[in-house]
């Protein structure tokens, strides 16, 4: 299901799956959402998700979507599994 990012880590925190990703360069790229509280990011002007990511060496670990992420392009969508 294609969701906010609030709900996005709402779901998390209920012990829920999901993801935010964006397919906008060469490779695309997904991270998993964390179960935390949003955060602020004064890069995208209002709270965001925290995400568990996997990237670059030195860039691994939990973090706010906007530092997992381009925030030139704008913010990733955002997905949970229901099932």
């Not at 209002?46 to 906007?66: D, L, M």
Request: charged share 10%.
């Amino acid at each position: 299901w294609s969701v906010t990012g609030l709900a996005a880590s709402n779901h998390a925190l209920a012990g829920g799956f999901g993801i935010a990703g964006r397919k906008d360069n060469p490779h695309g790229h997904v991270v998993t959402i964390y179960p935390a509280e949003m955060q602020h990011s004064g890069s995208l002007g209002h709270s965001v998700p925290i995400v568990a990511h996997v990237g670059k060496e030195g860039s691994n670990g939990i973090k706010k979507v906007s530092q997992a992420f381009s925030v030139a392009l704008g913010e990733p969508g955002y997905w949970v599994y229901a099932g």
